[in-house]
């Protein structure tokens, strides 16, 4: 069985500039999950999908992030325009229930940069 | 204050030693606790899992959580080189998906 996968794993822009990441959850999964970790700190929870649906976007930190769950398999994470203490990486997870204390399955995460 | 707290390390033992990492945490809300390992590069990993107060033994990984204390341990007995990693301390609530994580502590067992 294929675990969460990322893409891409690094990425490297400018400030100003716009970047995807993109996330491919375990297939079956039907929540999918969105954490962070800047530098120096803890990963910090984003937002959890049910399906299509957001379900907890209470960790969004402002409105240049933009994250998308079409048809409920694969998500991505848009920031634009990205500011330097976006820098960090940002992890996906996936599982299967959404009940409390479930396992979620965490990709290797993408590290982003903005210069 | 942070809602879990961990000591960062770096913590360093020799092969075999009995290895004990703590965290603490300050939200009575919380009724899950884990317990997730990194390797560089990698995602985390759920580790062990703990629900409420308790005690949870799993091959040489032992978590501990007492929440009159609101303390969370995981000992690992007989340690190898294979358990360096960074260990997450992770809380969740009972009526959410979502999970806190401490800042990690980062594991050294020297062979």
């Known amino acids: 069985e294929a675990g969460v996968t990322q893409f891409p794993s690094h990425s490297v822009i400018e400030k100003g500039q716009t970047v995807t990441l993109r996330c491919d959850p375990i297939s079956g999964h039907d929540n999918l999950y969105w954490y962070r970790r800047v530098m120096g700190k803890e990963i910090k929870f984003l937002l959890h999908f049910v399906k299509e649906s957001k379900q907890d976007e209470s960790g969004m930190p402002n409105n240049r992030f933009l994250a998308e769950r079409t048809g409920g398999t694969y998500s991505t994470l848009k920031v634009q325009p990205a500011e330097l203490e976006d820098s960090g990486v940002y992890f996906c997870?996936?599982?299967?229930?959404?009940?409390?204390?479930?396992?979620?399955?965490f990709g290797p995460g993408t590290r982003l940069t903005v210069t | 204050q942070k809602e879990v707290e961990q000591d960062p390390g770096p913590l360093s033992v020799p092969e075999g030693a009995i290895v004990s990492l703590n965290c603490t945490y300050s939200n009575s809300a919380f009724q899950y606790f884990m317990w997730y390992r990194q390797y560089s590069r990698k995602g985390p990993e759920l580790l062990m899992y703990?629900?409420?107060?308790g005690n949870k033994e799993d091959g040489r990984f032992t978590a501990q959580v007492d929440k009159s204390s609101k303390y969370i341990s995981l000992f690992i007995r007989d340690s190898q080189p294979s358990d360096s990693a960074t260990y997450l301390c992770v809380a969740g609530y009972s009526s959410a998906s979502k999970i806190i994580f401490g800042s990690g502590t980062r594991l050294s067992i020297r062979p």
């Open positions: 703990t629900y409420s107060s």
């Open positions: 997870a996936s599982s299967h229930d959404s009940l409390a204390g479930n396992e979620q399955y």
